[in-house]
């Protein structure tokens, strides 16, 4: 590569918890540079979560939900001599942690109740629970990944 790798930006950990997670978390989940009202959209969609689970700590719920949808393979489709496989690839931390907060998003926004922030507990409790379709997303991935696992061969080339 002729040009160098960009620096990593520095982002700073958020206003309630200062935990740096929480901020990458709002920041994918944000439209139209609207951060506060996402900060108020998770902030709410915790306290849902505290209600529910009375004894336990929010944060760690959370925590616990997106280390659940979180993969730790995924397929890359690769052309050899013709045909088209799926080659099954271990993620890299940052990918891994980035497709999980995805994940976990886009299944929040799909789900059917009123407000995002009741949609984003239901799918945090969801996850929690190692149930909903983040976390049937994950395992949808992970058994692609096993399918192909005898191509897995080609990854070094």
């Given at each position: 590569m002729r040009k160098s790798k960009p620096k990593k930006r520095i982002i700073l950990p958020d206003p309630k918890f200062s935990d740096i997670l929480v901020t990458k978390f709002v920041n994918n989940m944000m439209y139209s540079g609207k951060k506060n009202l996402s900060y108020e959209i998770f902030y709410e969609a915790l306290t849902v979560v505290k209600e529910k689970l009375s004894e336990e700590n929010s944060l760690d719920v959370f925590k616990k939900a997106l280390t659940n949808v979180t993969p730790g393979v995924?397929?890359?489709?690769?052309?050899i001599g013709g045909a088209t496989?799926?080659?099954?690839?271990?993620i890299r931390p940052a990918r891994k942690q980035s497709i999980g907060m995805k994940a976990l998003i886009s299944a929040a926004r799909k789900r059917h109740e009123k407000?995002?922030?009741?949609?984003l507990?239901?799918?945090?409790l969801s996850a929690y629970k190692e149930e909903g379709t983040a976390f049937k997303k994950k395992e949808d991935t992970h058994r692609m990944a096993e399918?192909?696992?005898?191509f897995s061969h080609f990854r070094f080339r």
């Amino acid at each position: 590569m002729r040009k160098s790798k960009p620096k990593k930006r520095i982002i700073l950990p958020d206003p309630k918890f200062s935990d740096i997670l929480v901020t990458k978390f709002v920041n994918n989940m944000m439209y139209s540079g609207k951060k506060n009202l996402s900060y108020e959209i998770f902030y709410e969609a915790l306290t849902v979560v505290k209600e529910k689970l009375s004894e336990e700590n929010s944060l760690d719920v959370f925590k616990k939900a997106l280390t659940n949808v979180t993969p730790g393979v995924e397929v890359r489709s690769r052309r050899i001599g013709g045909a088209t496989f799926q080659i099954p690839t271990e993620i890299r931390p940052a990918r891994k942690q980035s497709i999980g907060m995805k994940a976990l998003i886009s299944a929040a926004r799909k789900r059917h109740e009123k407000t995002m922030s009741q949609k984003l507990a239901g799918e945090i409790l969801s996850a929690y629970k190692e149930e909903g379709t983040a976390f049937k997303k994950k395992e949808d991935t992970h058994r692609m990944a096993e399918a192909n696992k005898a191509f897995s061969h080609f990854r070094f080339r």
